[in-house]
Every structure is written in structure tokens, then in C-alpha cells.
């Protein structure tokens, strides 16, 4: 204010310049204009009513089945897991008075192997099973936890909720119907309807630290790497180009793909690789190396 | 003296002159605004973000001239009566009515980004998801019609959503329709901007633009919901009619606090929501979860020593900084500061989805869908069902004392 009181020119200028550099600047980042021009071409494609074309299914060029086997294995210190901010019905969910721990690196320290990596075929001509199994999938809670990190069925096939805890819990499984109670003891069966595309979480509302993921796919083509990393798909079309998606709770690619240098097996940064098996073929793709720059916090 | 008065006096005029010169320039015409977060989270190219803005345009048009394919199932003349800027026709009918009652705080794209939407608690629905709390219809479902048209009609209780019961039963319907028309935009959105991550890798990062592809595989899939709510309302047994209501508060409460229902766990052993407090509904969840990836992303860029990258690290390190530094411009600007979502205080009487027994029971039935409530239904049987919702309706006016037949309710005991 001294600057106007003693000099006006000086604050003309200033109340200029405040007036200019405010204002009507957007704060919000850029975002692309559609193109007008080819919104109208699009339209008459869209209002064309010719009848839809062939399906995206791949076309069967093979024939036999063949089982697709590997390891995943961490190449790094996974260091200690950090205890869960675990904080209702302590005496049920903590494990003889320790602390619920996050398993969402778990790695087996004699083999380096990496569980829960998520390996399923992306799309497929042909299945073997043609109907779902009815066997049911149990996915069960204890001590508030999940005992499946990862949940994997083919859809159409019953997954049997349960909770062997002696207090409720609720599942929750996101993008999905599923969202019920599971009291104490008992259990429900659930149906997936739909695939899930990558994994989805799995979490209870009651005790919001509990998480699991679930993959439903409809050709039932999914494998959850074991305790020392190992997965195994079996009965796979034979024959034909195949590819895989994989994924990890904490890998840094997009949507949890987990992306490796393997140029053998053409795998890309969306996590993908490609392999061909022969009839009644055991195909080992080895043991898969996951450095510790593509697992994130 | 009088010569800083004169000052001061030259400075508001002068500061004042030039807002009205300077100005904001044109009024921009409405625009839909893409769905940013996701945009950034599926980490799509400016080219891919244009396609999809490109195919929005053509497939919904814009917020003054709203398109709809026969596959949507929406009635284009009353689009026409709800969308545009606030006017009336030369028969005196008016028009432009979202932008006049609703897009203040749902926004004109129904993003829940509405210049108001950041004053209000809880805040507006983001319509984009299709995800809707308060309906007849089982939890995954889209609402009926007449499910939006009684929200319109009511309000919701406890929110800053008003009742738009005055309005003429035409305009509440046109305003129904074009809700459905934003969310089925938005589902569109979502499902064009996740399908870039499922193409193969020759397909150039480029959408192919079919009919069967953008029609059959991403309209169809979200338009057809909202054809199946209408048969989708759940069926309810009715309460009985000769119910001991005492007998049946009695047993609510043993259920609410009991195993079976376990709604103790998150409206409290008091009813007022003071159970399990810190969770999060899907929408803020998604900011939670992104806001989470971008800080541990950002701390492991600055850890990251740039000293022996190959030239190839080195770029990719810098386009993971970029990326980082604008999804932080992203969430700044399309996003609110997530908040955690309360369980509902039982003993206010306030109902946001209904405060009629069947709306409790439709609740309780099939949980909220996009809300931490979880479904009874499987678990607990339709009468029990009754119980709790007897009991829940009880919790406002219960006193120290148990009510029963000895002892009947007064109006002097509310308060």
C-alpha cells in the first residue's frame, strides 16, 4: 500500500498485473478436444444397422491339448513384511498374540520362489472342459485373514464362501454382485457371472486390513503361483499361438501386469508373453526371474 | 490525507476498468470433460485420449446436442427437454432444466465435480461409474426409473440433495432419462479407456472403431442394465400383518447385535455409527488407491539414482516423472479430498434411501451398493429381515425403559 499511497502510476501498474496474472487461468490439467470431423465419419458407422461381423474369438488352427508349466522366482531382499494396522476383535485376529502380517510379497526364503503371480490365457479358441466344473473352489477366512491371497475360478463354477472365524465377517469383491455376510461358522456359495479381466480386490468392510484378490475366467485358463512360485496350466489348446496375461499384487506395470526382460518368450511391458505348445506337451518356460525393480511399494 | 483516499479510489477504478476489459473473454460453450483419473491411470497416450473424446462425441453428442443410439434404450426428446443451456421454447416450455437445478454440484459431464460439489457432505454422486445406492432392485443392479424419479421426488434425507417434488411430473422424468444418458456416457467412457490396456500389441494403440466393437462389445453391455432393472426389483414377502411388534423389536435387536447380522460391527454397540469408522465407498476408494500409487511412485523416482541408466532407463525414468507430475496436476483439479464414509447414526431418524419399512428392508436385503454394507440376503432369512428393520426403526425412540403394551409410546418420550 506504501508503493500506492506515494506513487499512483505505480499503482495502476500494480493493479494491472494482478488482474492479468489472476483469474481466469484454468488450474485443471489439459484435456484433448474430440475430433469433429471424424465424430461425423464415426456416426454413420454407428448408424449403419449392416449385421455385426465375425466375433474377435481366435480362430482353432491346432488341435490336442498341452500343459504350460514355470516358476517365478524374486530376484532381491523382499526384506521383513510390515504388520497390518489390525485394530478390532483382537482376540480373534491376531495369530497367538502376533500381529496380522501384509502378504502381498511373499516370497519363499530357501527358493526365492515368488507366490500369488497370476498367470492366465488371454483369449482362447478352444476349451477342453467345456462345461464349468461344479466342484466348488473354497475361499475361506480364519484368524481375519483370507486363507486364498489370490481366489481363482472359471466362471460359472461355485465358489464357497466361508468363515471359520468364531465372529462375522463380510466379502466384498469389488466389481462384482458379491458383496454379503458370512456369519460365524457359516458360509454362502457364489456363482462369478462375468470374467474379471486382471484380478480384482477382495476385502472385508468389518475389518478393512483383511484383502484378497479374485480372477474369474470363462475358459478357466488361470494358475496362482505356489508358495516356492511354481504354476501350472494343464490341458491347454495345442497346436496354435497362445498368449498369457501375468500379474502381481505389487507389480509396477499397468493394472498389476508384471512386465520381464524375456525377449524369448516376446513379453511386453503389459506383462504379456507368447508360447506355442505341442499336443500332450509339457511346455517348461523355466524359472522366471522377477527383479526387484518391477515389484512397487 | 485526501490524497490516499484519491489513491485508493484510483486503484478500484482502475482495478475494476480493467476486469471489464480484460474479462474471460467468450463464454466457452458446455463441454463434457473427460474422465481424467482414469485417463491417467491407464496411462494413455494424448492420441488415445483424443480417439476416445472423438467416439464420446460421436456416440452422445455434446451437453447442448445430445445424441442417443437406439442400443441406449433413452428417449432422445426428453434429453432435449433436460440438456442445453436454461431457456424456454416459443410455446413457453422450459428447458435446459440439468443445467438449471442439477450440474451446479453433479456437474455438467456428471462427474460430481459441480463448482458446489466441494462445499457439500457427503458430496454429490459421480454418476460415471453407474453405480447407484438407493433402489428396489438387488445390490449389482442398475435402479429403476421410478428408483431415480422417487430420489428426485423425496430428496435424500440428510444430504444436500433437495426434493424437486414442485417440478412437473414431465421435468422429473426428462431429468431421470438424462441421469441414465450420463451414466450410460460414462460407463461408455471407463470401458473405452480400460479397453486400450486389453488390445493386442499390434493393434498400433488404436481402438478399432467398428460398430461391433464400440456398439456390441461397449455400449450394449452398460445400456442393457438398465433395460434389465425394470424385472430386476426384489421381491418382497410382506410383513406379516398380526406382527407382535414388541416381540419382533426384541428379536431385531438380538439379531443387530448378534453374529448372524453383525450390523453392531459398524453402526456401533450405542446405533449412533460409531463401529467400524474408517473404510472408504468405491468413489473415494478410487482416489485412495490412485492418490496411494502416485506417492510411492514418486518416492521411488526420487530414490532412483540416475547415474547408470542406460540411455533407454534414462528415458523411461523421465516419463515415469512425467506421468507422476501429471497425474498430481490430474488429482488436483478432477478430484476431491477423499473422505471416509460414516456408518449410518441409527438414532436420528434419518433415512437417506427411504424412511419407508420397505426401503429398510431393500437396504438390509441387499446391502448399498458402492457403500462398505454388505448384504443379508443368503444369510438371513426374509423375516428376520423384518425383525431388524422393526428394530432399526425402534432405535430413535428407544429410552432407557423398554417399551411394550404397558408402557405405550407418547410424543413427549421422542424428544
Same mark, same amino acid.
Given at each position: @500500500?506504501?508503493?500506492?499511497?506515494?506513487?499512483?502510476?505505480?499503482?495502476?501498474?500494480?493493479?494491472?498485473?494482478?488482474?492479468?496474472?489472476?483469474?481466469? @487461468?484454468?488450474?485443471?490439467?489439459?484435456?484433448?478436444?474430440?475430433?469433429?470431423?471424424?465424430?461425423?465419419?464415426?456416426?454413420?458407422?454407428?448408424?449403419?444397422?449392416?449385421?455385426?461381423?465375425?466375433?474377435?474369438?481366435?480362430?482353432?488352427?491346432? =488341435?490336442?491339448?498341452?500343459?504350460?508349466?514355470?516358476?517365478?522366482?524374486?530376484?532381491?531382499?523382499?526384506?521383513?513384511?510390515?504388520?497390518? $494396522?489390525?485394530?478390532?476383535?483382537?482376540?480373534?485376529?491376531?495369530?497367538?498374540?502376533?500381529?496380522?502380517?501384509?502378504?502381498?510379497?511373499?516370497?519363499?526364503?530357501?527358493?526365492?520362489?515368488?507366490? $500369488?503371480?497370476?498367470?492366465?490365457?488371454?483369449?482362447?479358441?478352444?476349451?477342453?472342459?467345456?462345461?464349468?466344473?461344479? #466342484?466348488?473352489?473354497?475361499?475361506?477366512?480364519?484368524?481375519?485373514?483370507? %486363507?486364498?491371497?489370490?481366489?481363482?475360478?472359471?466362471?460359472?463354477?461355485?465358489?464357497?464362501?466361508? $468363515?471359520?472365524?468364531?465372529?462375522?465377517?463380510?466379502? $466384498?469383491?469389488?466389481?462384482?454382485?458379491?458383496?454379503?455376510?458370512?456369519?460365524?461358522?457359516?458360509?454362502?456359495?457364489?456363482?462369478?457371472?462375468?470374467? =474379471?479381466?486382471?484380478?480384482?480386490?477382495?476385502?472385508?468392510?468389518?475389518?478393512?486390513?483383511?484383502?484378497?484378490?479374485?480372477?474369474?475366467?470363462?475358459?478357466?485358463?488361470?494358475?496362482?503361483?505356489?508358495?516356492?512360485?511354481?504354476?501350472?496350466?494343464?490341458?491347454?489348446?495345442?497346436?496354435?499361438?497362445?498368449? %498369457?496375461?501375468?500379474?502381481? *499384487?505389487?507389480?509396477? &506395470?499397468?493394472?498389476?501386469?508384471?512386465?520381464?526382460?524375456?525377449?524369448?518368450?516376446?513379453? =511386453?511391458?503389459?506383462?504379456?508373453?507368447?508360447?506355442?505348445?505341442?499336443?500332450?506337451?509339457?511346455?517348461?518356460?523355466?524359472?522366471?526371474?522377477?527383479?526387484?525393480?518391477?515389484?512397487?511399494? | @490525507?485526501?490524497?490516499?483516499?484519491?489513491?485508493?479510489?484510483?486503484?478500484?477504478?482502475?482495478?475494476?476498468?480493467?476486469?471489464?476489459?480484460?474479462?474471460?473473454?467468450?463464454?466457452?460453450?458446455?463441454?463434457?470433460?473427460?474422465?481424467?483419473?482414469?485417463?491417467?491411470?491407464? !496411462?494413455?497416450?494424448?492420441?488415445?485420449?483424443?480417439?476416445?473424446?472423438?467416439?464420446?462425441?460421436?456416440?452422445?453428442?455434446?451437453?447442448?446436442?445430445?445424441?442417443? %443410439?437406439?442400443?441406449?434404450?433413452?428417449?432422445?426428446? /426428453?434429453?432435449?427437454?433436460?440438456?442445453?443451456?436454461? !431457456?424456454?421454447?416459443?410455446?413457453?416450455?422450459?428447458?435446459?432444466?440439468?443445467?438449471?437445478?442439477?450440474?451446479?454440484?453433479?456437474?455438467?459431464?456428471?462427474?460430481?465435480?459441480?463448482?458446489?460439489?466441494?462445499?457439500?457432505?457427503?458430496?454429490?454422486?459421480?454418476?460415471?461409474?453407474?453405480?447407484?445406492?438407493?433402489?428396489?432392485?438387488?445390490?449389482?443392479? /442398475?435402479?429403476?426409473?421410478? +428408483? %431415480?424419479?422417487?430420489?428426485?421426488?423425496?430428496?435424500?434425507?440428510?444430504?444436500?440433495?433437495?426434493?424437486?417434488?414442485?417440478?412437473?411430473?414431465?421435468?422429473?422424468?426428462?431429468?431421470?432419462?438424462?441421469?441414465?444418458?450420463?451414466?450410460?456416457?460414462?460407463?461408455?467412457?471407463?470401458?473405452?479407456?480400460?479397453?486400450?490396456?486389453?488390445?493386442?500389441?499390434?493393434?498400433?494403440?488404436?481402438?478399432?472403431?467398428?460398430?461391433?466393437?464400440?456398439?456390441?462389445?461397449?455400449? =450394449?453391455?452398460?445400456?442393457?442394465?438398465?433395460?434389465?432393472?425394470?424385472?430386476?426389483?426384489?421381491?418382497?414377502?410382506?410383513?406379516?400383518?398380526?406382527?407382535?411388534?414388541?416381540?419382533?423389536?426384541?428379536?431385531?435387536?438380538?439379531?443387530?447385535?448378534?453374529?448372524?447380522?453383525?450390523?453392531?460391527?459398524?453402526? &456401533?454397540?450405542?446405533?449412533?455409527?460409531?463401529?467400524?469408522?474408517?473404510?472408504?465407498? +468405491?468413489?473415494?476408494?478410487?482416489?485412495?488407491?490412485?492418490?496411494?500409487?502416485?506417492?510411492?511412485?514418486?518416492?521411488?523416482?526420487?530414490?532412483?539414482?540416475?547415474?547408470?541408466?542406460?540411455?533407454?532407463?534414462?528415458?523411461?525414468?523421465?516419463?515415469?516423472?512425467?506421468?507422476?507430475?501429471?497425474?498430481?496436476?490430474?488429482?488436483?483439479?478432477?478430484?476431491?479430498?477423499?473422505? #471416509?464414509?460414516?456408518?449410518?447414526?441409527?438414532?436420528?431418524?434419518?433415512?437417506?434411501?427411504?424412511?419407508?419399512?420397505?426401503?429398510?428392508?431393500?437396504?438390509?436385503?441387499?446391502?448399498?451398493?458402492?457403500?462398505?454394507?454388505?448384504?443379508?440376503?443368503?444369510?438371513?432369512?426374509?423375516?428376520?429381515?423384518?425383525?431388524?428393520?422393526?428394530?432399526?426403526?425402534?432405535?430413535?425412540?428407544?429410552?432407557?425403559? *423398554?417399551?411394550?403394551?404397558?408402557?405405550?409410546?407418547?410424543?413427549?418420550?421422542?424428544?
Amino acid at each position: @500500500m506504501q508503493a500506492c499511497s506515494t506513487n499512483s502510476r505505480r499503482c495502476v501498474w500494480l493493479a494491472a498485473f494482478v488482474v492479468l496474472t489472476s483469474g481466469c @487461468m484454468s488450474e485443471r490439467v489439459e484435456s484433448p478436444t474430440a475430433d469433429v470431423d471424424a465424430a461425423k465419419q464415426l456416426r454413420v458407422v454407428l448408424a449403419s444397422t449392416t449385421a455385426a461381423g465375425g466375433g474377435a474369438a481366435a480362430a482353432a488352427s491346432g =488341435t490336442g491339448w498341452g500343459t504350460l508349466k514355470g516358476r517365478f522366482v524374486f530376484a532381491g531382499d523382499p526384506g521383513a513384511p510390515k504388520p497390518l $494396522n489390525a485394530d478390532k476383535d483382537m482376540e480373534v485376529c491376531s495369530k497367538a498374540g502376533m500381529k496380522l502380517l501384509d502378504r502381498s510379497l511373499l516370497v519363499d526364503p530357501s527358493s526365492k520362489g515368488l507366490a $500369488n503371480v497370476v498367470v492366465f490365457a488371454r483369449k482362447t479358441s478352444r476349451v477342453k472342459e467345456a462345461t464349468p466344473p461344479q #466342484t466348488p473352489v473354497v475361499f475361506d477366512q480364519k484368524q481375519c485373514e483370507f %486363507l486364498s491371497p489370490v481366489l481363482a475360478a472359471r466362471v460359472g463354477q461355485p465358489v464357497d464362501v466361508k $468363515n471359520s472365524d468364531p465372529i462375522g465377517h463380510n466379502t $466384498n469383491i469389488a466389481g462384482t454382485a458379491f458383496n454379503q455376510l458370512i456369519p460365524s461358522g457359516q458360509g454362502t456359495v457364489y456363482k462369478p457371472e462375468s470374467e =474379471t479381466g486382471m484380478p480384482t480386490m477382495v476385502t472385508c468392510n468389518i475389518h478393512p486390513w483383511m484383502k484378497a484378490y479374485a480372477v474369474f475366467r470363462k475358459d478357466g485358463y488361470v494358475a496362482v503361483s505356489a508358495a516356492d512360485g511354481s504354476f501350472t496350466i494343464p490341458d491347454l489348446p495345442a497346436g496354435e499361438p497362445l498368449e %498369457l496375461q501375468v500379474w502381481h *499384487e505389487r507389480a509396477t &506395470g499397468p493394472n498389476g501386469a508384471l512386465g520381464l526382460d524375456k525377449p524369448e518368450l516376446k513379453w =511386453t511391458p503389459k506383462g504379456r508373453f507368447q508360447i506355442k505348445i505341442e499336443a500332450d506337451e509339457v511346455k517348461d518356460v523355466g524359472t522366471l526371474e522377477v527383479p526387484a525393480s518391477a515389484i512397487g511399494t | @490525507m485526501i490524497k490516499a483516499r484519491h489513491n485508493i479510489v484510483l486503484l478500484s477504478a482502475t482495478a475494476w476498468l480493467l476486469l471489464v476489459a480484460v474479462g474471460c473473454g467468450p463464454t466457452p460453450s458446455a463441454s463434457f470433460r473427460p474422465n481424467m483419473v482414469e485417463a491417467t491411470k491407464q !496411462r494413455l497416450t494424448v492420441d488415445q485420449e483424443r480417439q476416445v473424446a472423438t467416439v464420446l462425441l460421436a456416440m452422445f453428442g455434446t451437453p447442448d446436442d445430445p445424441v442417443a %443410439l437406439p442400443e441406449t434404450g433413452l428417449d432422445e426428446s /426428453k434429453l432435449r427437454l433436460a440438456a442445453g443451456p436454461v !431457456r424456454s421454447d416459443i410455446v413457453g416450455r422450459k428447458n435446459g432444466l440439468y443445467r438449471e437445478h442439477c450440474a451446479h454440484c453433479h456437474g455438467v459431464t456428471g462427474d460430481a465435480l459441480g463448482p458446489t460439489a466441494a462445499f457439500l457432505n457427503p458430496y454429490p454422486r459421480d454418476y460415471r461409474p453407474g453405480v447407484f445406492k438407493f433402489k428396489s432392485t438387488e445390490r449389482a443392479d /442398475k435402479p429403476t426409473h421410478a +428408483d %431415480l424419479v422417487r430420489v428426485l421426488h423425496n430428496g435424500i434425507a440428510g444430504t444436500s440433495m433437495p426434493s424437486f417434488a414442485l417440478l412437473p411430473e414431465i421435468q422429473v422424468d426428462a431429468l431421470a432419462e438424462y441421469v441414465k444418458y450420463l451414466t450410460i456416457r460414462g460407463e461408455t467412457e471407463l470401458a473405452l479407456m480400460r479397453a486400450f490396456f486389453e488390445l493386442d500389441d499390434d493393434a498400433g494403440g488404436k481402438l478399432p472403431e467398428t460398430r461391433e466393437f464400440l456398439v456390441y462389445e461397449t455400449l =450394449t453391455p452398460a445400456a442393457e442394465k438398465w433395460r434389465a432393472a425394470a424385472d430386476a426389483e426384489i421381491q418382497v414377502p410382506e410383513m406379516p400383518s398380526d406382527i407382535d411388534l414388541v416381540a419382533s423389536i426384541a428379536k431385531g435387536k438380538e439379531l443387530f447385535y448378534g453374529d448372524k447380522a453383525n450390523c453392531v460391527k459398524c453402526h &456401533g454397540v450405542t446405533g449412533l455409527g460409531d463401529g467400524q469408522a474408517n473404510d472408504y465407498d +468405491d468413489w473415494n476408494k478410487a482416489i485412495v488407491e490412485v492418490e496411494k500409487e502416485v506417492k510411492s511412485g514418486a518416492a521411488k523416482a526420487r530414490e532412483a539414482s540416475t547415474a547408470g541408466m542406460s540411455p533407454d532407463e534414462l528415458a523411461e525414468h523421465r516419463a515415469q516423472l512425467a506421468w507422476l507430475e501429471k497425474f498430481h496436476g490430474v488429482l488436483d483439479g478432477d478430484a476431491l479430498a477423499p473422505r #471416509t464414509i460414516p456408518p449410518r447414526n441409527l438414532r436420528h431418524g434419518i433415512y437417506r434411501g427411504g424412511r419407508r419399512p420397505l426401503d429398510l428392508y431393500y437396504r438390509i436385503h441387499a446391502g448399498i451398493n458402492g457403500a462398505p454394507m454388505p448384504a443379508a440376503k443368503g444369510t438371513v432369512p426374509p423375516e428376520d429381515i423384518w425383525h431388524i428393520v422393526n428394530y432399526v426403526r425402534s432405535l430413535p425412540y428407544e429410552l432407557d425403559g *423398554e417399551l411394550g403394551a404397558d408402557r405405550p409410546m407418547v410424543a413427549r418420550d421422542r424428544f
